[in-house]
């Protein structure tokens, strides 16, 4: 009885569900849309002893196709580029992109890249040990003077391109402020990452500065 009832009008029930899907797909192709959003690219797989030092253009202009609302809600976070450096050398080297190294939401195609591509710049990777520097801020209280300034640890570890780290003399720490003050200011503060240094360690010092009567 079951059966019956459910081959009954067979014909009628599968083509209102084929209109029911024609239906949507129509609803979807009328309300398509183009967007235009800047992405940023991510790098992989980039040889052992090399590191990456600059990309050019940093974000590229990404085309892409799909309903409005979708669109309207869509961020350059939602979109990936992934650009594999195995076979880049040192220097500058320039990565094509293909819609396919673009990585969209389902049901949102990618139309164009542009420009199509972007220049890397390769360096051999390197690490140097150099002195940190407290980055001082203000005056203590009058009548009061900066006995010495202690940091521990003195020194860090930096990685980085080579050829970068040779023109450091050191790291400095973020601002210490010690505007009017009439006792010694400790505690924990983090270090500066220079320019094209990709790592510090430890990337945090703990600084005294001693402050007495004049």
């Known amino acids: 009885m079951k059966k019956?009832?459910?081959?009954?009008?067979?014909?009628?029930?599968?083509?209102?569900?084929?209109?029911?899907?024609?239906?949507?797909?129509?609803v979807m192709l009328r309300?398509?849309?183009?967007?235009?959003?800047?992405?940023?690219?991510?790098?992989?797989?980039?040889?052992?002893?090399?590191?990456?030092?600059?990309?050019?253009?940093?974000?590229?202009?990404?085309v892409l196709r799909g309903n409005e609302?979708?669109?309207h809600r869509l961020k350059p976070e939602n979109i990936r580029i992934y650009l594999n450096l195995k076979d880049a050398g040192q220097g500058k080297t320039f990565v094509s992109i293909d819609t396919e190294d673009i990585k969209a939401p389902p049901h949102v195609a990618v139309v164009s890249v542009n420009p199509p591509g972007v220049w890397v710049t390769l360096e051999t990777r390197s690490t140097t040990v150099l002195p940190v520097k407290a980055d001082i801020k203000g005056e203590p209280?009058?009548?009061?003077?900066?006995?010495?300034?202690?940091?521990?640890?003195?020194?860090?570890?930096?990685e980085g391109a080579q050829r970068e780290l040779k023109k450091l003399r050191e790291i400095v720490t973020e601002p210490v402020d010690i505007s009017?003050?009439?006792?010694?200011?400790?505690?924990?503060?983090?270090?500066?990452?220079?320019?094209?240094?990709?790592s510090l360690s430890p990337e945090q010092v703990r600084i005294s500065v001693i402050i007495r009567r004049r």
């Open 180 to 198: 009017g003050a009439k006792e010694s200011v400790n505690g924990e503060i983090n270090l500066k990452l220079p320019d094209k240094v990709v």
């Open 31 to 62: 309300s398509q849309a183009e967007v235009s959003m800047e992405v940023e690219p991510h790098f992989i797989k980039t040889p052992s002893p090399l590191i990456l030092v600059e990309s050019r253009p940093q974000a590229v202009g990404v």
């Open 4 to 26: 019956k009832k459910l081959l009954h009008n067979l014909w009628l029930k599968l083509a209102s569900v084929l209109m029911a899907i024609a239906l949507w797909f129509f």
């Open 69 to 71: 609302r979708m669109l």
């Open 141 to 158: 209280a009058d009548g009061y003077i900066i006995e010495k300034i202690e940091i521990t640890p003195g020194k860090v570890e930096a």
